[in-house]
């Protein structure tokens, strides 16, 4: 089946532990990103990856790192995450970096910071 | 930059009713604008993409408008039922960074009742 698989689904940490969400997409999309989605504010896109090796800062990427080594993986790593990272992240793929090829996402990431 | 207003009041409708769901933006017109669906604790799936020179768009019961004049699109659902209750988010192609992007809109929330 084909999809964007996200893990874990729900992660409660402390400020200051380095974490890693993991994502991989198994239908060779050449594009990656990631969201956060917070209430009332949408989603907002963190980092994306045009292809391997490739990666560049979205809307809001302070405090996250990526990287993409390969082309199916895109892990986001927190390196000290604060309370105010706190949301509901989303990894996303597409075929190509186009506004006419639609995004298909994983079920999300539920990070909780204390 | 470009903003997407959708209606952050959830529409409420009776079941077999057309559902219209508004999407606005304020700048520029895209090329493409998407719809997206998203169900509680879910990532968003990808519904219907419309073109800038295309007036309306229908996939089975969902219909698209877009209107470069008003920028605004409309989705609407006909016969509506109570499995279309979720948030339907607007989406639309925004040049940054060297190529164009995805922003989305916060979403509205729809129910459908029996």
């Known amino acids: 089946e084909a999809q964007v698989t996200q893990n874990p689904r729900y992660l409660i940490t402390v400020t200051g532990k380095k974490l890693t969400v993991t994502c991989s997409q198994n239908m060779n999309h050449e594009y990656m990103s990631w969201y956060r989605q917070d209430p009332g504010l949408g989603l907002r896109q963190i980092y994306y990856s045009m292809n391997v090796e490739v990666t560049d800062k979205g809307d809001v990427p302070e405090g996250y790192k990526v990287s993409r080594k390969e082309k199916r993986n895109f892990p986001l790593i927190l390196e000290s995450p604060s309370p105010n990272q706190t949301s509901l992240y989303f990894c996303a793929s597409s075929l190509e970096a186009s506004y006419n090829s639609p995004l298909h996402f994983g079920n999300g990431t539920r990070l909780t910071v204390t | 930059s470009q903003k997407i207003e959708q209606n952050s009041e959830a529409l409420n409708i009776q079941e077999g009713k057309t559902a219209t769901l508004t999407c606005n933006y304020t700048n520029y017109s895209p090329a493409y604008l998407q719809w997206y669906r998203q169900d509680p604790g879910r990532g968003p799936v990808f519904l219907l993409l419309i073109r800038e020179n295309e007036k309306e768009k229908r996939k089975e019961r969902l219909k698209v408008t877009f209107d470069t004049t008003l920028k605004q699109s409309l989705f609407h659902i006909t016969a509506s039922q109570p499995a279309d209750s979720a948030t339907y988010l607007c989406?639309?192609?925004?040049?940054?960074?060297?190529?164009?992007?995805?922003?989305f809109g916060a979403g509205t929330r729809l129910a459908v009742h029996p």
């Open positions: 989406a639309l192609d925004e040049f940054s960074g060297g190529y164009n992007k995805l922003i």
